[in-house]
């Protein structure tokens, strides 16, 4: 292990059950208590790439800040957050020990589920009871902040979302099975065009933006990103990886481009995200995606 990865902190990710495989892509548990003590700065903090996904956060234990572009510290204000897709890569920094439950949405999910236009919740975190005010979203943020574990955060949102997911489906066509973005972004575009009865162009990718926030360009720059960082994980264990060769098979332009997207999406080139990766705590979040 790098010593800069911390023996005592925790990083989970949890699969929902199947039935909500259109709905909940997955969740991820952080859990830095046992190690509050001695943390450094650079192990506290947390690195997450642009995403399609919609996400949400509740802090069990803890608390933390934002990290902008320079350096400084934005404090997050709430425990309990919705975020929209993110077009760029962001990074946190908690204050110690924390207790955090993540969950990643498809976004055209929650957009039928609750009816947010998720164009104005690109980039943003908001509260979750400033958007969704409803009594049963205050219950669940209620027993979600009160959790023991994450076993029991994982009950809980499978207790509250299966009952609104399975008496949607009953009225809409099924969602995709889970799968890569590069198979729900396709479903997407298919349904805006089927959905569009002669509509132009610039109404069905109005429709997909407000269904996924971002435009079918966006979501295939990230669809690519994607599927890159998987084959890289198999090819380091395979063996060395190419980079002119891999960005080819991708279907970049060349390495340069490969490199350039690698920046845009997770802000850093692919070697540099590659050893961080393995060797420090910080990236925690995709080693446990891969």
Known sequence: MSADRHPDTVALLLVPSLALSGCLRACLWRDT????????????????????????????????????????????EHRALLGG??????????????????????????????????????????????????????????????????????????????PRWRALQQERTAAP???????????????????????????MERRIKQWSGQSLRALRGISRAEATFFQVRREMEAGEVVWSALAQDAGYTDQAHLCRETRRVTGFSPEELRRRIDEEEAFWPYRIWA
């Open 85 to 162: 897709p993110r077009s760029r890569p962001v990074h946190f920094r908690s204050d110690g020990g924390v207790r955090s439950f993540m969950v990643a949405l498809q976004p055209e999910a929650l957009h039928v589920l609750t009816g947010l236009d998720l164009s104005a919740l690109l980039d943003r975190y908001v509260a979750i009871e400033q958007l969704l005010p409803g009594e049963d979203w205050r219950q669940l943020n209620t027993q979600m902040l009160a959790a023991r574990d994450e076993q029991e955060c994982m009950a809980l949102l499978e207790a509250f979302f299966l």
């Open 33 to 76: 208590t046992r190690a509050s003590g001695t943390l450094s700065e650079a192990q506290r903090e947390s690195h997450f790439a642009a995403t399609p996904l919609c996400g949400l956060t509740w802090t069990l234990q803890g608390g933390g800040w934002e990290v902008l572009e320079g350096g400084a510290l934005l404090p997050i």
């Open 177 to 203: 099975e889970r799968g890569r973005y590069r198979d729900w972004m396709q479903h997407l575009a298919l349904r805006a065009i089927a959905g569009g009865h002669g509509a132009s162009l610039r109404q």
